[in-house]
């Protein structure tokens, strides 16, 4: 799954607006294949198309569920009506009636070496933890990512968990699955 798919199932199965969450998510040009140098081989080509065709098409996914996908920030915090919150993450979810907002930092297929995209994530999840916590709030702190490789360089981490931080393993099937350290998400 590329990264905006990954963004789309987390969304689907842990935030949904239809379980009362307001999302904002963020896809950035790369992950969508806008970015980068001319494709040189024709398996870069296709991958490039198939990135593209897939972001479309979950971009149309997260419009028809009521996700804010990209746009000013600021905007959508205001219109949410809740303190902004600092940073330029992959997912923040909101749940007024639960009191409980999510922030996630997401990765998914890519060209680029899984463990520094991890360990990237990893760090904006750090700078996450040190803002202020919203008084009477349930903060849910995710790194997501998808694919074994991915997995591997996410267990490394676990010492997030000790942070608050929960390790999620995204497969194609919701059943499969897997918290890898820290707290779930309730979903319920």
């Known amino acids: 799954m590329f990264q905006p798919r ?5 969304v689907r199965r842990y935030c949904s607006p239809r379980s009362g969450w307001c999302v904002f ?7 969508e294949g806008r970015t980068g140098g001319e494709r040189t081989t024709h398996e870069a080509l296709v991958r490039q198309r198939e990135m ?4 479309e098409r979950v971009r149309q996914s997260l419009s028809r569920m009521g996700v804010t996908v990209g746009g000013g920030r600021s905007k959508w915090f205001r219109r949410v009506g809740f303190p902004r919150l600092d ?4 997912i923040v979810a909101i749940n007024a009636q639960r009191r409980m907002y999510l922030i996630a930092e997401v990765e998914g297929a890519s060209s ?3 463990e520094q995209k991890v360990y990237r994530a990893a760090g904006q999840l750090v700078v ?8 009477g709030w349930r903060r849910n702190l995710v790194l997501a990512v998808h694919g074994e490789e991915a997995a591997q360089h996410l267990r490394r981490v676990r010492g997030l968990e000790a942070l608050g931080v929960a390790g999620l393993l995204v497969s194609k099937r ?6 890898l350290f820290g707290r779930p998400v309730p979903t319920t």
């Open 6 to 10: 990954v963004k789309l199932e987390v």
């Open 174 to 179: 919701p059943a499969d699955d897997r918290w």
């Open 128 to 135: 996450a933890v040190s803002a202020v916590l919203l008084d």
């Open 52 to 55: 593209q065709q897939d972001a």
């Open 87 to 90: 940073g330029d993450r992959d």
């Open 112 to 114: 680029g070496q899984p």
């Open 25 to 31: 998510v963020d896809i950035d040009a790369s992950e």
